[in-house]
Each structure stands twice: as structure tokens, then as C-alpha cells.
């Protein structure tokens, strides 16, 4: 069974830092991983979609890698500004199972202080 | 092009009463899938329907239910609701719930339980 984690749980920076979000999993045999954002109280944002034959995903300020062997994906936040404080969530899309099921980590809950 | 739209956005119920959700997909998406979120569990998938089949279900009990619209619109529906059912109800969608589709959530119903 896929299990997903992240660290830390939670992370407070200054405003203009780069920072860096960890995903791991458990189960090597993922077809994709995705990285969404989730403010309080509030919906899930796609940021990044990193399929499993791909190494990274870029857009704007964000950068996400996959490193299937080791079970591990990262998200780059470059000059962290404080509306990007959010949770953070990763999402295995697993071989094992059909269709569209995630399997999603417990998120970092990321403060950028001005 | 509209996103993921869910109804309605709070919900307020008592134990023992009943409670339908509602999730219309991203146009011209075929799969939706729904998730539990609670600040304990994290985020757990429920069940996905695509093409009005429920393709995929998760682990919970028979109360939570679901159904699929010929125009893909779905609905949740949970029996004897219980206090421990009070969480945000999220739904996604994609376009064929392919492995390699990105997913695209809805900003969520939450639901209270007295």
C-alpha cells in the first residue's frame, strides 16, 4: 500500500528566501506525482504535474523534481514571497490501483513572513 | 473554461440525518472522484465515477454513497450522518481519469455535524 510522506510538517521563512518541500513515497510504481496548493479552508490548486518518465516540471517560480528510484519528489519555491504561504500537498498516482485515485501526503504548511 | 463547482459550499447538519453533495466536473470531463479531509486524516479517497460506473472506492462504510449524471455531474450522498463525518467533502475531476490526467479540484462543501 502507497503511503506518502512530507516534511517538515511545517516551515516559517522570510520573505525572498528559497525554499525546498519534500514528498516521499513508498511505492516506486507511480504513473505521476502532483504538487497542489491549498489555502485555509479552501480547495485544492494544481501547481505541477511531473509524469513518472519526467525528471521535472517547471512554472514561473516553482520547480518540482521526481526521482523514482529513491521514491522522492521536491518542490523549489525561489524568492518566496508571503502569498505563497499555503499548505502544500503531494499526490502519488499509483500503478496499482486504476483510474484516477491519489494518494496524498499530510501537506507542509508554509508561512512567509514579510 | 468554468473550474470544478461544487454545492453548496457549508452545510450544517445533526447526527442521524442524511446529506447530499453535489460536484459539477470541468467541461467535457468524464471522471470525478470525491475526498474526505480532516485534520486527522488528511485527505482520503472516497470513491470515482466515470462514464456513471463507480470505477474505484475507498474505505468507508456503506453510508457514503455516490452517483454519476449522464452529463457528468455527480453526487454524494452520506446516510446517518455521525459526528465523525463532519470534514470538507472535496471533489476533482479529469478528463478520462486516465493514469497520466491531471486532477482539478472543486473549493470543497463543508460539512458540520451537531
Known amino acids: 500500500k502507497q503511503e506518502v510522506t512530507q516534511i517538515p510538517a511545517a516551515l516559517s521563512v522570510p520573505e525572498g528566501e528559497n525554499l525546498v518541500l519534500n514528498c516521499s513515497f513508498t511505492d516506486s510504481a507511480i504513473y505521476n506525482l502532483q504538487w497542489f496548493r491549498q489555502d485555509p479552508g479552501k480547495g485544492l490548486t494544481s501547481l505541477l504535474l511531473i509524469q513518472s518518465s519526467q525528471r521535472e516540471q517547471t512554472s514561473g517560480r516553482l520547480n518540482a523534481s521526481l526521482d523514482k528510484s529513491s521514491g522522492r519528489s521536491t518542490l523549489y519555491i525561489a524568492a518566496s514571497q508571503p502569498g505563497d504561504s499555503a499548505t502544500y500537498l503531494c499526490?502519488?498516482?499509483?500503478?496499482?490501483?486504476?483510474?484516477?485515485?491519489?494518494?496524498f501526503g499530510e501537506g507542509t504548511q508554509l508561512t512567509v513572513n514579510p | 473554461k468554468a473550474g470544478v463547482t461544487q454545492t453548496p459550499r457549508y452545510l450544517i447538519k445533526t447526527r442521524g440525518q442524511q446529506v447530499t453533495l453535489s460536484c459539477s466536473p470541468i467541461?467535457?470531463?468524464?471522471?470525478v472522484s470525491w475526498y474526505q479531509q480532516t485534520p486527522g486524516q488528511g485527505l482520503q479517497f472516497l470513491f470515482e465515477y466515470f462514464s456513471e460506473t463507480q470505477r474505484n472506492k475507498g474505505n468507508f462504510p456503506g453510508r457514503f454513497s455516490g452517483r454519476q449524471f449522464s452529463n457528468s455531474r455527480s453526487e454524494m450522498n452520506v446516510s446517518t450522518l455521525e459526528l465523525g463525518d463532519s470534514a470538507l467533502y472535496l471533489c476533482?475531476?479529469?478528463?478520462?481519469?486516465?493514469?497520466?490526467?491531471?486532477?482539478?479540484f472543486g473549493p470543497g462543501t463543508r460539512l458540520t455535524v451537531l
Open positions: 476533482a475531476s479529469s478528463p478520462t481519469g486516465g493514469s497520466y490526467n491531471e486532477q482539478f
Open positions: 499526490a502519488a498516482k499509483d500503478q496499482e490501483t486504476s483510474g484516477s485515485r491519489l494518494t
Open positions: 467541461s467535457g470531463h468524464r471522471s
